[in-house]
């Protein structure tokens, strides 16, 4: 992986890596990282993620995980995706240690509904997080309790800003958002997203796939800006962040 903007000719190791996407230490900062096809098409043939990944872009994503605090996802990703608790295996270690992170981040789930996977809301080496609605059935709330920490913001409707106050509250300021469109359409509308990861895959797919951002237009339009350009094989990763 080398950087065209700005140009360099020397290949980047983890270490430059995780340097290039350290977080801002003096505030919360909520990245969103994706990967999408050149027409937009923010889901693969079978309607999952991973089918438009690469190895290149598997790597990044395992080091964007390696250096948050936790991982804020949209209940449906969830259950399309099979989302369970990050295992040890999966960090960088070393740069977790470097950074003084808990071996493993959350996962931050946002979910209105509460059908949640139990393994997931189990958690692992760290808790699980349920960041739901005072609206949200009590009955079922309750067996969510039972498993994992709840945060709830908002009546019918997480308030994203509220939410992540809270997980700021828990120690949790790093925050990473792995999608999926109606959660990051929210966020962005919300003015809470700070930083934009995005990989462009060299494919053209056309179909119905979601976007990366799905749901009500945003007027005017959120304006980002490049802070850098890196490109594999051709594939190309951006880094955005708020204008
Ligand atoms: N290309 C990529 O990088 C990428 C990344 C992530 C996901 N994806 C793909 O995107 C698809 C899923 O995306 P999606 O947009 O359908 O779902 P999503 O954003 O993952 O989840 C939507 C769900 O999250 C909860 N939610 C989100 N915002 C909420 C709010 N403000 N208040 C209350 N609840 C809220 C609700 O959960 P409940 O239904 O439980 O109430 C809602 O139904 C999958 O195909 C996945 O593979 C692609």
């Known amino acids: 992986m080398?950087?065209?903007?700005?140009?360099?000719?020397?290949?980047?190791?983890?270490?430059?890596?995780?340097?290039?996407?350290?977080?801002?230490?003096?505030?919360?900062?909520?990245?969103?990282?994706?990967?999408?096809?050149?027409?937009?098409?923010?889901?693969?043939?079978?309607?999952?993620?991973?089918?438009?990944?690469?190895?290149?872009?598997?790597?990044?994503?395992?080091?964007?995980?390696?250096?948050?605090?936790?991982?804020?996802?949209?209940?449906?990703?969830?259950?399309?995706?099979?989302?369970?608790?990050?295992?040890?295996?999966?960090?960088?270690?070393?740069?977790?240690?470097?950074?003084?992170?808990?071996?493993?981040?959350?996962?931050?789930?946002?979910?209105?509904?509460?059908?949640?996977?139990?393994?997931l809301l189990r958690g692992g080496r760290a808790p699980t997080i349920v960041i739901t609605t005072a609206a949200a059935s009590a009955d079922v709330r309750a067996?969510?309790?039972?498993?994992?920490?709840?945060?709830?913001?908002?009546?019918?409707?997480?308030?994203?800003?509220?939410?992540l106050d809270a997980l700021a509250a828990l120690g949790l300021q790093r925050i990473l958002c792995e999608g999926g469109p109606s959660l990051m359409r929210d966020l962005v509308a919300s003015g809470q997203l700070d930083e934009l990861c995005l990989t462009l895959t060299p494919r053209i797919s056309a179909g119905d796939a979601l976007r990366l951002a799905h749901g009500a237009a945003i007027a005017p339009p959120a304006e980002l800006r490049l802070r850098h350009l890196l490109e594999s094989d051709g594939e190309l990763f951006c880094r955005y962040d708020r204008n």
């Open 2 to 119: 080398q950087s065209l903007f700005p140009a360099s000719p020397n290949e980047l190791d983890d270490s430059d890596l995780a340097q290039l996407y350290a977080y801002p230490l003096e505030r919360r900062w909520v990245r969103a990282n994706f990967v999408c096809t050149l027409d937009g098409a923010a889901q693969g043939p079978d309607m999952r993620s991973g089918t438009l990944s690469s190895p290149a872009d598997h790597h990044l994503f395992a080091l964007l995980r390696s250096l948050c605090d936790v991982v804020l996802i949209g209940a449906h990703t969830t259950r399309v995706e099979g989302y369970q608790p990050v295992v040890e295996d999966e960090m960088n270690e070393a740069v977790r240690t470097e950074l003084g992170l808990a071996p493993v981040p959350s996962i931050a789930v946002v979910s209105r509904s509460l059908h949640l996977d139990p393994g």
């Open 143 to 163: 067996d969510v309790e039972a498993l994992a920490t709840v945060v709830v913001a908002g009546e019918h409707s997480v308030d994203l800003g509220v939410a």
